[in-house]
């Protein structure tokens, strides 16, 4: 949660002082926010709702990712135990 913060205030300060690297900030914004657009295409992290739904949009989102991390890790587990 804290690298998605970090990445979404760089790219605000980027976009804001219009630097050049804004646009390797905002594929970072586009990979990170992929999970939650699989659920809705017009639902990112970063959605400017109320602040509480933001938080639950940021969590939901997390938990996304970290749900796939696990699997893969589960799946290479088994896949190295079957070697």
């Known amino acids: 949660m804290v690298i998605q913060f970090l990445?979404?205030?760089?790219?605000?300060?980027?976009?804001?002082?219009?630097?050049?690297?804004?646009?390797?900030s905002g594929i970072l914004i586009t990979l990170?926010?992929?999970p939650i657009s699989l659920i809705n295409s017009n639902l990112p992290f970063f959605a400017?709702?109320?602040l509480y739904m933001l938080g639950i949009y940021w969590i939901i989102n997390v938990i996304i990712?970290?749900?796939?991390?696990?699997?893969?890790?589960?799946?290479?587990?088994?896949?190295?135990?079957?070697?």
Do not use: P
Not at 10 to 23: I, K, P, R, T, Y
Not at 65 to 83: D, E, T
């Open 7 to 24: 990445i979404g205030l760089a790219d605000v300060l980027l976009s804001q002082s219009h630097n050049e690297l804004s646009s390797i």
């Open 32 to 34: 990170f926010s992929f």
């Open 48 to 50: 400017q709702e109320e």
């Open 65 to 83: 990712q970290a749900i796939v991390v696990y699997v893969i890790i589960l799946i290479i587990k088994k896949i190295r135990q079957s070697n």
